[in-house]
Structure formats: structure tokens, C-alpha cells
């Protein structure tokens, strides 16, 4: 007879409550009143007052001068710090991301795929005085982004279709919001292998996208991202050669990850 398996463990009430707090505060920057925070997450309000007062005793919760009003503390940049510093990935794609920055002038990201969204574990600012505004930490849609387009086309399309609803949200006037329509753009991506937003994420942006191999599929992206008034023909094919050079060699660093 099989060993029969382990019943899962239920979840604890308290560490849920707290990361969905911890997680609704990174995504809404700023202070919050305590009503808006139990409206947007419906915790009983009392829950709520102990679990924010608890967590700014600890450093995790920041508060405003009257104590009315919470936001995230100086603890979850400490251990979002900690990620990046420990994560082999990153730490491989350094020279890589390095050389790309230097051989293209423009804003070079390496981003992981977190669900329906891809995060900036690194970034390298363009040299030009006009470059985007990014950060590490920054979360984007993967649907409206180059980086993202680039890991869906590593899933099948039954995998996109179980990921994505079937409407997706409009960042621009030019993000495809049509799920059938991004999946007939990702055979395009696999049969070219890079990734193209077209101003579909931020206005007046064009970004490339390429995936890194070392897993399948891919968790993990580099992109880099230039101004439409600067994007000539020529840059754009040193681009996209750029991309896939530093592809190959990152594909070469990280084979055993």
C-alpha cells in the first residue's frame, strides 16, 4: 500500500491577514486611514487596529505623526533588499546587464514573472537625459510589457489561457486587451525571439524583451527600453542584437540555477 499523503496544513488566520496588509500596502504607496484599509480589505475593523498597531510596534507598519493613518515600514524594504541581495539570478546577470547598458545607452531591466505580473529585480538607467522613471520592486501587468509578452511565449497557450481572463486591463491606448489577440502575438514572439510593447505600457516607450532560458518556461526576462523620438531603425537593430548576445550569455551563466 502507498504512503498516504500528509493533510494539508491549515492556514494561519493572523499570517494571512498580515500579508494581505503587508502585500496592500506595496501596492497602494502613501498613508491609509484605517477605514480605507477595512473597506478595500474587509477585516473586521477591531482585527485590523490590533494587527496595524502590532506591526508598527515592530517596525513593519509605518504611521503618520497622529497615528490615524498607516503605511508600509522600513522592515519590508529591508527583507525585499535581502531578495535581490541573495538571489543568484541577479547576481550572475550583473556584468551581463553591465555590458547591455554600455553597448545599447538605453534603460536595461531584468524582471521575474510573479503571476499575472513581472517585477524589476534590476535596472540599469539609460544615458540619455530622457529615460524613463523605473525601480527595483516595480510591478507592471506581464500582458502590457515586453518583458512579460517574452515569458508568456515560453507557455503554451492553454497555460496563458488558464493564467489570463479573457479581458485584460488597459494600461494605454495601445494595450492589447484582447486575450486570443496577445496569444496570436506570442507565436510571433517565439518565432522571432524577442518581445515588442508598443507604447503599450507607458506613452512614448518602446520596449524589447527577451527571455532567459535557463528554465522552462522562463521565469525570468531581461528588457531594454528606449523613447519612440529616439528609436531609429539602426538603434533598434543594435538593440534587439544586444539583447539576444546578452541572452546567450546569461543562458551560459545560469544553466545550472
Not at 510573479?114 to 522613471?133: E, K
Not at 535557463?214 to 544586444?242: F, M, N, Q, W
Request: aromatic share 4%.
Amino acid at each position: 500500500m502507498g504512503t498516504a499523503e500528509p493533510p494539508a496544513a491549515a492556514p494561519v488566520k493572523s499570517a494571512v491577514r498580515t500579508v494581505l496588509l503587508l502585500e496592500h500596502f506595496a501596492a497602494r504607496p502613501g498613508l491609509h486611514s484605517l477605514a480605507d484599509i477595512q473597506s478595500d480589505l474587509g477585516l473586521p475593523k477591531s482585527s485590523l487596529y490590533m494587527l496595524l498597531r502590532t506591526l508598527v510596534n515592530l517596525g513593519w507598519v509605518e504611521t503618520d505623526a497622529t497615528g490615524t493613518r498607516y503605511g508600509i515600514g522600513v522592515r519590508a524594504l529591508l527583507v525585499g533588499s535581502s531578495y535581490i541581495d541573495g538571489d543568484e539570478v541577479v547576481a550572475a546577470a550583473r556584468p551581463t546587464l553591465d555590458r547591455l547598458s554600455d553597448e545599447t545607452t538605453e534603460t536595461i531591466h531584468l524582471a521575474r514573472l510573479d503571476g499575472t505580473s513581472v517585477v524589476y529585480l534590476a535596472t540599469r538607467q539609460s544615458q540619455h537625459h530622457l529615460r524613463p522613471f523605473t525601480r527595483v520592486g516595480r510591478r507592471l501587468p506581464v500582458h502590457s510589457t515586453a518583458l512579460g509578452k517574452a515569458l508568456l511565449a515560453t507557455h503554451t497557450d492553454a497555460e496563458v489561457r488558464r493564467l489570463l481572463p479573457e479581458r485584460l486591463e488597459a494600461v494605454t491606448q495601445h494595450t492589447v486587451t484582447d486575450r486570443e489577440a496577445l496569444i496570436e502575438e506570442l507565436a510571433l514572439v517565439r518565432e522571432q525571439g524577442y518581445a515588442l510593447d508598443r507604447e503599450e505600457n507607458t506613452l512614448g516607450l518602446r520596449c524589447f524583451g527577451v527571455a532567459l532560458p535557463y528554465r522552462t518556461p522562463a521565469r525570468d526576462a531581461v528588457s531594454c527600453s528606449v523613447p519612440v523620438a529616439r528609436l531609429t531603425p539602426g538603434h533598434e537593430h543594435r538593440i534587439k542584437e544586444a539583447l539576444f548576445e546578452a541572452r546567450d550569455r546569461l543562458a551560459v551563466v545560469t544553466r545550472r540555477m
